[in-house]
């Protein structure tokens, strides 16, 4: 009986009990709170723990499904052919698996918003585009601005015929392990990872003359131009490719067919290459010789004004091959030929799409850390000089151009040390930055104006200072003895000009030389000379 009425004080006491923690969480919430907290937080700890993936990343209820195995683990050759594929810097294989939730209509919405939140970071840039009214193009450029600007001509497909296309067209080549430099193709880096994968397999299957595949990840029609005018406007070597493209898309905007169309250089592929890189790596050669990236820029933007004429007939007038080769050519070509050398010669410059009274191209240059316009197109056709448009900051260019679409996210230029700018009176300054002939000891009495005088200066410096190592330096005056010199050197004519009469002189064997030319003002060149006898 003692035990039974223990039992029964209790079960009353904790009945007292109860019913005084109802009451007092009535007249008091916080109360109910703070105890559900004590009771559940255990539980909490083991839910999170639940809801982990394998690489530690909390699981939501968000639109992507993350499914990863570990390194070892390696994908099978099925997996790795599915759109979506790709291998992470952190070494582990992971597939991405869309989950179409009932937030969204359809799948092209789906997608816009994914790629939306992926690319939510904002670009880091300070170009801040003039008002197009504020807009007056100068009567000596006036319709110099014929850049053909990016086309999608595709056809939305029903179900039917979508599945046909489907079933019938492969990835062709999918670029998986291309990788672009962010110093000379910035627009790749302007995308997302999905519209990367894309960029890749249409770079690849241009380069192997491939027409027509499936694109490798699920995109839309804006995500698609976004890619093709990211290749076009990275790759100027890729002067077969046209401007615009096919596409089929299925009844949801989701592309499911990519094709590209090519101009007539892909008909004897092996020979329009060589003649395009001939003319290029001549130019290439001779601006190599030359002390300076800035030297290098000059000399490749004056070749090519004096290489090039515009037309606005010219055929594939907007390809680098249209300037290099066929010289004639609208502001594309101008603007890819000059792209497509500089980025040879190791010189980050990128091609601008924008207007200028109506679609233009240029370009912009990166020189000592610091960004610069040039206009070739218009620099070609100034009434006051071939340098207007040189080496110009967005502040000179702002009443005449405005960056575009994908340009507006490249670099602010707003560079000093190489800009060319106007005097007081309004009067051009030439390449103030160049050392003068004072600047480099050297008086007007030292100045070479002939080949034979300089040469005949070379031999006996070579004499003077005989068997061994050393430097001696000439200078030279004028554009044609300049080009006469680059020439001859290129041609090894200044060993039976002199060079090899010094050696039988002296006796010696052996002789090694190497020359540089730095661009002086006033329309002279430095040339130094490195010379090793024995």
Same mark, same amino acid.
């Given at each position: ?89 952190? $070494? =582990?294989? &992971?597939? @991405?698996?869309? +989950?179409?939730? !009932?937030? %969204? ?6 997608? /816009? ?112 131009? $976004? =890619?093709? &005018?990211? @290749?076009?406007? +990275?790759?100027? !070597?890729? %002067? ?6 096919? /596409? ?287």
């Amino acid at each position: 009986m003692k035990i039974v009425k223990g039992i029964l004080i209790t079960l009353a006491a904790l009945f007292v009990l109860f019913f005084g923690l109802v009451i007092a969480s009535a007249l008091n919430p916080g109360l109910s709170e703070k105890l559900g907290e004590f009771l559940y937080a255990g539980r909490e700890e083991e839910t999170e723990t639940e809801g982990e993936n394998p690489v530690g990343q909390s699981v939501s209820d968000a639109d992507l499904i993350i499914e990863t195995t570990v390194p070892e683990m390696a994908a099978t050759e099925e997996e790795e052919s599915q759109p979506g594929y790709y291998t992470d810097s952190s $070494n =582990v294989s &992971t597939t @991405v698996t869309v +989950d179409w939730n !009932e937030r %969204y209509s359809d799948k092209a919405e789906a997608l /816009a918003a994914e790629e939306a939140k992926a690319n939510a970071v904002p670009v880091s840039t300070k170009y801040t585009a003039p008002e197009e009214k504020s807009i007056t193009v100068p009567d000596a450029v006036s319709g110099r601005a014929a850049h053909t600007e990016i086309k999608d001509q595709g056809e939305t497909l029903d179900e039917e015929n979508a599945k046909k296309i489907t079933a019938t067209t492969d990835y062709g080549n999918m670029g998986q392990n291309l990788e672009f430099d962010s110093t000379f193709y910035p627009y790749f880096h302007m995308l997302g990872q999905r519209e990367k994968n894309v960029y890749r397999q249409i770079y690849a299957n241009a380069t192997d003359l491939k027409t027509i595949f499936t694109p490798v990840e699920d995109i839309n029609s804006s995500q698609l131009l $976004n =890619v093709f &005018t990211a @290749v076009c406007y +990275d790759h100027p !070597e890729l %002067y077969w490719i046209e401007t615009a493209y096919g /596409a089929k898309y299925n009844k949801n905007g989701i592309a499911i067919q990519i094709e590209l169309k090519y101009n007539d250089t892909i008909k004897d592929e092996a020979t329009y290459w060589k003649k395009f890189t001939t003319e290029a790596d001549a130019i290439i050669i001779a601006a190599q010789g030359l002390s300076g990236d800035y030297a290098r820029e000059k000399y490749v933007h004056d070749i090519l004004l004096e290489k090039t004429v515009y037309n606005k007939s010219a055929a594939m007038n907007q390809s680098a091959y249209s300037s290099l080769v066929n010289g004639q050519s609208v502001c594309a070509g101008y603007a890819r030929a000059f792209q497509y050398i500089l980025i040879k010669l190791g010189i980050p410059c990128y091609f601008v799409g924008g207007t200028a009274g109506e679609s233009h191209a240029w370009n912009i240059v990166k020189l000592g850390g610091e960004y610069y316009n040039v206009d070739l197109t218009w620099d070609d056709a100034s009434a006051d000089g071939k340098y207007d448009y040189f080496n110009k900051t967005d502040e000179d260019y702002k009443k005449t151009h405005i960056r575009k679409g994908l340009s507006v996210n490249l670099p602010p230029c707003n560079g000093t040390t190489y800009r060319i700018a106007a005097d007081e009176e309004g009067k051009l300054q030439m390449n103030p930055h160049l050392r003068t002939l004072a600047d480099t000891g050297f008086g007007e009495n030292d100045v070479f104006k002939d080949i034979w005088s300089y040469y005949d200066n070379c031999y006996w410096k070579v004499l003077e200072n005989g068997e061994g190592y050393f430097t001696f330096q000439s200078v030279i005056e004028g554009e044609a003895l300049y080009d006469q010199w680059k020439y001859n050197n290129a041609n090894n004519l200044h060993w039976s000009n002199y060079l090899d009469s010094a050696l039988k002189d002296l006796k010696a064997t052996y002789a090694h030389i190497t020359m540089e030319a730095e661009e002086l003002q006033d329309n002279r060149y430095l040339i130094t000379h490195t010379i090793s006898i024995n």
